[in-house]
Every structure is written in C-alpha cells, then in structure tokens.
C-alpha cells in the first residue's frame, strides 16, 4: 500500500493577506502619531522634504519627536545624533532577538526586514513567530514591516502639509504628544517595576543638574540618558539573579 502526502505550499499573495490583517492594527496607531510629528517638524522649521525624508531615513517615533524637540531649542547636530543613537540602542536587541526567530529565512533577506524593526513591528511580529519557521515567512514580515513604514511616512507628508495650513496656536498645542509619548512608554513599566520609575527619576535629576551647570538642553539629554541607564544596571541585574 502507497502512502502519498504532499505539503502545501502557500502563495506569496496568501501570505500577504495575512501579514496585511496582522499589521493594521499597527498602520492605524501610526498614522495620527506620524501627522502630528509632521506637523510638529513643520513648526519648528523643517521643510516638507526635510521631515518626510527623516521618516523615511530614520523610521522611529520616539527618536524623530526627541529630534524636532531638540531642533526646536538650538540644539547642534551631534547632541541629537547621540541622543537618537542611545534611544535607539534597543533596537539592536530586538534585532538579535527578531533575527534569531527568522532562521528559516535567509541572511540576505533578514537584513532588509531588520531596518524595519521598530517596537510596534517588533511586538506583533513576535505574536506570529510561526511564520519565522517558514522559508515564505519573508513576505508576511515583509508585509507588515512594509505596511507600518509607507503609513509612518504618508503620514509624516500628511502632517507637514497640515502644518502649512492649521494655526499655530493649534500646531502648537500638539507639542503635548511628544510628553504623552514618553510618559506612555514609561508608566506602563513603571507600574510592573518600580525600579525602573527610579532610573526615570535618577535620569531626570541628572539632566536638571546638567542644565543647572550651564550645561546645553542637548547634552544634558544626552548625559542624563546614558548615565541615567548606568545608574539602572546594576538594579536590574538584581532581579535576573
């Protein structure tokens, strides 16, 4: 008697489909986000060009808004380089972390969908690690790496266009976003350990005490982040004991 089996073997559109209704989710929180950053880098005066082609480059919320706010005070471009660099130092691990899943998917094509990691694509995409164990999983991350991108960038166009026309007092009122991003992104940690609302604490007494010293609002940001995470290592290394 002869066995038969056969495996099926999805369509690329199929999978598509499928990595289209896992990022939506993604692509509707990032369009009001990515507006407002828009309007906010028209404000402070960056061109349409400009703060479209920084989403497009940079690709990371928190990092962009951190970026126009510092723009916004005088700051020079090395003080925001660093600062972007060490807000996005965690994107390294979440790479690792992203890349390890996908070892069903070739190196080359890993590193195209790494420059697309953010938290929200990280986060989701973990939900569906499966897809990681598939040599075809490359067009379900693809499609929702892809989907969050385009959107973050219309977005941004959308948001410096609106710029140009809304009041300023009204453009000017949105500059909240950017304190309701970072406080969103640290009290649901907080909550968990409050260790870490520590380290938020420390790394603001340091940025104060910066400033105090005469110190530039960019350096002081850039001081009180690093040596605010210093002051946390040793905290968190506790726990893993």
């Avoid at 828009?38 to 061109?47: M, P």
């Avoid at 969103?184 to 400033?211: E, F, N, Q, R, T």
Wanted: with cysteine; proline share 3%.
């Amino acid at each position: 008697m002869q066995i038969s089996s056969t495996i099926k073997v999805e369509s690329p559109l199929t999978i598509m489909k499928r990595g289209l209704k896992a990022g939506f989710p993604i692509m509707l929180g990032y369009l009001p986000i990515a507006i407002t950053y828009g309007v906010l880098a028209s404000q402070v005066g960056l061109s349409l060009f400009e703060l479209t082609w920084m989403s497009a480059a940079v690709f990371a919320g928190a990092s962009q808004f951190m970026a126009v706010n510092m723009i916004a005070v005088g700051t020079g471009i090395i003080e925001i380089i660093i600062a972007t660099f060490v807000l996005n130092f965690r994107h390294f691990i979440m790479n690792l972390s992203m890349m390890n899943v996908l070892k069903a998917i070739p190196l080359h094509k890993k590193l195209p969908l790494s420059l697309g990691v953010t938290d929200e694509t990280f986060a989701v995409s973990s939900m569906y690690s499966v897809e990681g164990k598939k040599a075809q999983g490359i067009w379900f991350y693809g499609t929702i790496i892809g989907l969050s991108y385009i959107s973050w960038v219309i977005g941004s166009l959308v948001g410096g266009l609106l710029g140009e026309i809304i009041p300023t007092v009204l453009s000017q009122s949105m500059g909240i976003a950017l304190y309701a991003m970072f406080i969103g992104l640290l009290i649901p940690s907080a909550k968990k350990d409050m260790k870490v609302a520590y380290i938020a604490v420390v790394a603001m007494i340091i940025h104060w005490g910066c400033l105090q010293l005469g110190m530039s609002t960019g350096w002081a940001i850039v001081y009180g982040t690093i040596f605010g995470g210093m002051v946390g290592i040793p905290l968190l290394k506790e726990e893993e004991v």
